[in-house]
C-alpha cells in the first residue's frame, strides 16, 4: 500500500465512524458513545462502565482502528453532541511522553498510565486471581509462593530483553515524528522472538530477534545503529518498565509464563499435592478478554468515569 493510499484509508476509516456515530446519535437522551483504538479495548473497558450505565440509555461502541482516528473523531463530533461526557474515548499513552507529546486535556478523554491497557492485566493480582479463580487452589498452597517468585525473576530478564527493542522502536519514532504510522509494530509477535526456562521461568531473546523485528516492520531501509540502541536505553529505567514496554509485548510475555509455570506445576507435583488444570489456552490475544473485569480497576479509570458518569 502506497502513502497516499495508506492516508485515503485513514481517511476513510474516520468518515465511517463519524458517520456510524451520526446515525446512532440522539440528543437529550443518556445514551452513552464510546470510542476505542482496536477491537481488543471495549474487554478492557466495558465491564467497568457497564457498572455505572445501567442507570443510563444504551451503550454504543466504535472501533477506530487508531489512536490518530480515536482524536480526529473527537475533533469531529464534539460541535455535534449536546452534552460531551456522553461521548468518551479512550486511548492508550504508548510513548508519547518520551517523544515529547502532548496528553490531551479534555475530560472525556481517558489515556493510560502505562504504555497500554495490557500493562495493567500482567501483575501480582492477576496472577492471584489465575490461582484462586481459574485454577481453583488455595492461597494457603505453598506452589502459590513459588509462583510468584519466578514471575518476579522471569519480568526482571523479560525487562532486559525487551528494554533495546524499545529503544530500537523509540529512535524510530523520534525519526518520524510527524509519522506516527511510518512504524507499524502490528506484525510483531514478541512471545515468537523470546525462549522461556521451563524450570527457572528466566526470559532471554531468541538469535535473530532483530532481523525478525526489522523484517516485520518493514524497517531494512532505515538502520539504527548499536550506539544509537544503547544511547536510547539509558532512557528507559527498568524500574518504570510498564511506562514504556509496549503492552502487547507484556501480554506475549505474560501468557508465556503463564504456559511455563502451569506445566513446571504439573511435571514437579508430588502425591500430595492437588492436581493443577487450566480449562482455557490463555494467550497474547486473549489475555483481555479472560482477566479484564476481574483485575482491580485502575484508580485513574474509575475517577475519569466517575467524573463524566456524574455530569450526564
Known sequence: MSRVQFLRSKRNILQAVVHRFLLKYRSGTKDIYLFFEGKDDPSFYLPEIRKRSLSYGEVHTFQCEGKSIVLA?????????????RCLFFIDKDLDNYLGLKKPRH????????YSV?????????????WTDLLHLPESDPRLKTMMVKFAHSYETYIKAVRPIMAWILKHRENYPNDRNKLNLSNVNFSQMIEIDPITCRIRRKKGTYHQIIAATNMQANPISIAEIKEKSRMLNPEYSKDWGRGK????????FIDKIIAYFQTTRTAHES??????NITPQNILDVFSGRITCPHSLVSFLDYNFAKI
Open 249 to 256: 509485548f507484556e501480554a506475549g510475555w505474560f501468557a508465556s
Open 275 to 280: 492436581k493443577i488444570s487450566l480449562r482455557l
Open 118 to 130: 495490557e500493562n495493567y492485566i500482567c501483575s501480582d493480582e492477576t496472577l492471584h486471581i489465575l
Open 107 to 114: 475530560k472525556n478523554i481517558f489515556v493510560t498510565e502505562p
Open 73 to 85: 473523531a473527537h475533533s469531529k463530533i464534539s460541535n455535534r453532541i449536546d452534552n460531551k461526557h
